[in-house]
């Protein structure tokens, strides 16, 4: 029972963790796997087999080698120069992730609310101003009713659309051209990215643990939740005829399909947003505090406008350039960790 119970805290973090805003928002899959249609299947199913495989690696490996930072473990993986590389390109990516974060959060005001992007401007950093000053535990407790819901809720919008014939239609449509080779790239380029990012809560969570059984379990939990989230969010966003042309696809689907529910919707997905703002921005800090003994008031401000001079860019735009760019970068993380064999010891367990 105890390695059920903590399998499933690790699935947990780890679901957690992987689901970020633009997931909530349906973008980021439309940018990764539906705008591929019947591709978008493969690639989901090779990105459920790498979180499985690899998500489960970086744990066993964290346990191996007694990492207590992600810092640690790309010294592991990369070497000592290597790895202040890495650890720099991740304060980029968390930078960038932030970014599309709040230009995310300006255009569920413009895009569903009909407010301009400077309300959505002024309320998210208002809000991440007083968070920060006060406290994230509390907002962090959030995620455990906000996560569960979100997947409640796309369940009930994957019954809704598996109703109409015209979806399977859409789902199993083949592209003409090159668009395989695309599809199996973005697989791969998602996979590392989220990867890459997800360390940060792995590796600790599972030194914590230090039961190579319970995060085996919990890996492969994890990881097939995560396949079986995607592939539903794919069926749904399939039901779009241009799902690329929306910065926010789940939220014009749910105004058609499930009307009562709309602003219920809307509003997780705003805590989405900001839960992952927030985590990311002390991430952050967290990482620049290593380098520069200032004041956290000051990163903090750094922080925000740096972030809010990034996010002028179009959400949509603005994930589509990064989140890519960031998964190209991050094969090479993939591609080391996967090639770091298992000894038997590490297997044990």
Known sequence: MK????????????????????FATGR?????????????????????????????????KAIHIQATSFEQFNVYLFGNILSKIMNAFMMIMLLGVCAVMLS????????????SYTIGSIVTISLSLFVMAVGVKGLF??????VPMLIIFNFILLFNSIRSNEIFTSLLHI????????????????AAFNLALAQAVLVPIAVEINDKAIVKLGGFIGGSLLTIILFSSHIILSSLPNPILFDIPMAII?????????FIYLLIIYGEIFTSLIGNMYGLERQIHRYVPIGSFWIHGG??????????????????????????????????????????NEKSG
């Open 28 to 60: 980021e899959i439309v940018e990764f796997f539906t705008q591929y249609r019947f591709w978008g299947i493969i690639s989901i199913l090779i990105v459920g087999y790498l979180f499985i495989f690899l998500g489960t690696k970086i744990m066993l």
């Open 3 to 22: 390695k059920w119970t903590g399998a499933l805290q690790v699935a947990a973090v780890y679901v957690g963790t992987v689901i970020g805003a633009g």
């Open 141 to 146: 407790a959030v995620n455990t009713f906000v």
């Open 104 to 115: 995310g959060a300006e255009a569920l005001f413009t895009e569903q609310l009909g407010f």
């Open 303 to 344: 922080i925000i406008i740096l972030v809010y001079i990034i996010s002028r860019v179009n959400y949509g735009e603005l994930l589509s350039i990064l989140y890519p760019f960031f998964g190209y970068v991050s094969l090479i993380f993939l591609f080391i960790l996967w090639m770091k064999p298992l000894s038997s």
């Open 254 to 262: 749910v105004k058609g399909a499930a009307s009562g529910i709309y």
């Open 175 to 190: 592209p003409e051209g090159l668009i395989s080779i695309k599809a199996i790239i973005s697989a791969f380029s998602y």
